[in-house]
């Protein structure tokens, strides 16, 4: 949230306790956020009307009663048998009443919402192979580019780490900036900023992808807390995932609002797909089919939908050349199939339809 004249507002901290403002000035800092602390009543004109949150201390409840009413106070006590502070939230407004130390891990999340100015969550994407060779990757990659060649905020998310890594295939795996490995031991919340501003930026996207070594482990809660993060910048994330469902991958796709499934158009790979289909549709609700052609005599791209029993996102004919034949990673010349059928998704699948920039 910002203020008129661009600087960001900061969370408002009132209280008289020395104990209790260590602890929420330690909170803060946590989430990485700068608060104003009023020891008094807040006296500077708008700070009690223009602050994100305040965080009132118990101890100063009953000297802010009376003041305008607000959304976003939230009345911190440490006493959980002092039924009096009910009364006091009524008095002072509060949307919530909390307790630390058992609150600190909502309270931490809350001010970090503030301090990174949380708005829409990114539309959240996934992309499985039905079988290998499906060209899943090349598909993620080319959504990636289309959303970030549109203005959109892009990030792209190497969620298989036997894939040989999607910075290699856009031609970026030399430039600087962290990959998974850095993020294996993540847990709680990850600052979506921070995430953003370490990773490499390629063809006006981040990615988060492997290094050379040896390492193919994200553990389930670094992949659920990287992706959340991720998601909380807004814009999109694209996920490219593994066709086995794991315990990492599951975590994941809990978090995507769609998949899409790249299916190539022979009995085999769709065989192979329905299969992939039955374990992702556990956890994903939405699960779309992608057909890849050539297509094989009597069997099109709605049938194949049919046969597998999910919804048809589309038809990705042969590209006429090879993605890469340019020079370019997947899609980046916005011209042939491929480009095509990433444009078209994105104009359907973003709210309002052509979606929204950031």
Known sequence: MAVADGRQARPLIVTEDEDLLDDLLRLCAAAGAEPEVAHGLPTRHGSWEGAPLVLVGDD???????????????????????????????????DHVLFLPDAETWLVDRIADVAEGIGRQ?????VIGGSGGAGASTLACALA???????????LIDGDPLGGGLDVLLGGENV?????????????RVAGSALEESLPELHSLRVLSWDRGDSVVIPPPA??????????????????????????AAEALAQLDLGLLVVP?????????????????????????????????????????????????GELPREPQPADAEGGPPGGTGRGPLAKFCTEFWAQAMPGGGGVTT
Not at 122 to 126: D, E, I, Q, Y
Not at 176 to 188: D, E, H, I, T, V
Not at 265 to 291: C, I, N, P, Q, Y
């Open 122 to 126: 990114a539309l959240t994407v996934g």
């Open 145 to 155: 580019v289309t959303a970030a060649r549109s203005g959109r905020r892009t990030m």
């Open 265 to 313: 158009a022979e009995l085999r790979a769709v065989a192979a797909a329905h299969r992939v289909a039955s374990s992702v549709g556990m956890v994903l609700r939405d699960l779309r089919a992608v057909v890849r052609g050539p297509f094989t005599p009597g069997l099109d791209d709605e049938e194949i939908a049919r046969l597998l029993g999910l919804p048809l996102a």
């Open 60 to 94: 100063s409840a009953g000297r802010l009663t009376g003041r305008a009413r607000r959304s976003g106070v939230l009345l911190i006590g440490r006493d959980l048998d002092d039924h009096g502070i009910w009364r006091r939230a009524v008095g002072v407004g509060a």
């Open 176 to 188: 600087q900036g962290l990959r998974w490995p850095a993020f294996a031991q993540s847990r709680g």
């Open 223 to 248: 992949m659920r807390s990287v992706l959340a993060a991720a998601r909380r910048r807004g814009g999109v994330v694209v996920v490219d995932l593994p066709r086995r469902v794991d315990e990492t």
